[in-house]
């Protein structure tokens, strides 16, 4: 083997590394991700039906439900356009308020119920995720335009 086969077999080997290791990493971060929707890309079934995905919305006024175990809510999430139900078990955050934004994580059950396995409250008055915040202007957009036509 001369000097120059040498030198390309290890820059061979190298990129052979490099790419295998590059997949790895896309692999692990393709099970780890997790997308964020809205209650009306949920309704339009554009979210994954079994796997963790996020939720993010506003908590509909009165539609807090508290269970006999304490620990157990029921609640639905709002883009304005359309709401999820949402069910959780656990301590809820101490800024979770109806009218209030929250982004929820977990999955779709068979009943179309996002059973939450972490909820996370806004955490002052002026923030949203921007994504929320679209998905709200555009459902405020169309209810004028529907307005309108009337």
Known sequence: MTPRQ????????????????VGLVL???KNNVSLYFTPTQVY??????????RIGGMVEEGSVQRQKDGLTVHFKITDTTNAMEVVYKGILPDLFK????VVA?????ADNVFEAEEVLAKHDENYMPPEAMDAINKAKQAEAKAAATK
């Open 44 to 53: 339009n079934k554009e979210a994954p039906q079994a796997r963790n995905f």
């Open 27 to 29: 692999f692990a971060l």
């Open 6 to 21: 040498k030198r390309l077999t290890w820059i061979l080997v190298g990129v052979g590394l490099v790419a295998a290791a």
């Open 98 to 101: 109806e009218g209030k934004g």
């Open 105 to 109: 994580q977990g999955k779709l059950n």
